[in-house]
């Protein structure tokens, strides 16, 4: 675990420009790029895969020709290799009724986000609020009405 925590600081440390004497081996930056990074770069390949498979880091700029085509090669490869694999899990999903489906697919697909669910009872909070503060206020007013009535008689 601790050797995972040096390398993960190494590669954010290169990765942000802060350590420029080392670059990361490819196969280390590859690894942390599938497990870091958001699923669109992955189906998607672009900016962030080119910098991890050429070896810049997020701040280097430099265009560099014929390794573009090698990065455009790469890129094709992940983006259908990638795609393919998502449909025959979503097929095997649907086959399975997703049984065959990871968590985080069977929650993206099929939760309500809790935000919502907060949202919406604090909404219905208030206005339950208001409503009882508007009960309390005619309470009020007929207790003193009584009171004044009862006052009045005596």
Known sequence: CLRELKAEKRFFNWWYGKDTKDTIPLKQRLSFFFSRSVWKDILLPG???????????????????????????????????????????LLSGWMSFGLLWPRELK?????????????????????????????????????????????DKV
């Open 107 to 151: 929650v993206h697909l099929f939760y309500v986000k809790e935000i919502d669910k907060k949202k919406d009872n604090l909404s219905e909070i208030r206005d339950e609020t208001n409503k009882l503060s508007e009960e309390i206020r005619q309470l009020k007013h007929s207790l003193e009405l009584k009171l004044e009535i009862g006052q």
């Open 47 to 89: 900016i962030v895969f080119e910098k991890i498979l050429l070896g810049r880091n997020k701040f280097n700029r430099k265009q560099q020709g014929a390794k573009k085509i090698f990065f455009f090669v790469c890129s094709l490869f992940l983006f259908v290799v990638s795609n393919f694999l998502l449909l025959i899990l």
